[in-house]
Nanobody, 121 residues
């Protein structure tokens, strides 16, 4: 079984920075797209940023210029460096990955349990 475990959430003041990390574990053959999504109560989960195994990145407009996604493919980890944080960045952030397990040709999407990011003074 594959697990995604996030870390790095917390409380930060407006204008501050925070780094989220996510590690995928289990019987992994390859992690294709990895990324971060976020959700606030009453709203749909939305894309923040994704990165492919070829290091192509995609950012939500709200994240461009402030957030940077990166990954260590050999370790199956993905990180999100967030700067110039705003109150509207407050949300639960979820790690996401499309993974192929060993001895299987199927690519399956997995989600982490989520980590709370609160931007407040």
């Amino acid at each position: 079984q594959v697990r995604l475990v996030e870390s790095g959430g917390g409380l930060v003041q407006p204008g501050g920075s925070l780094r989220l990390s996510c590690a995928a574990s289990g019987s992994i053959f390859s992690a294709y797209v990895m990324g971060w999504y976020r959700q606030v109560p009453g709203k749909e989960r939305e894309l923040v940023a994704t990165i492919t195994n070829g290091d192509s990145t995609n950012y939500a407009d709200s994240a461009k210029g402030r957030f940077t996604i990166s990954r260590e493919q050999a370790k199956n980890t993905v990180s999100l460096q967030m700067t110039s944080l705003k109150a509207e960045d407050t949300a639960v952030y979820y790690c996401n990955a499309v993974i192929r397990q060993r001895f299987d040709t199927t690519r399956i999407e997995y989600w982490g349990q989520g980590t709370q990011v609160t931007v407040s003074s």
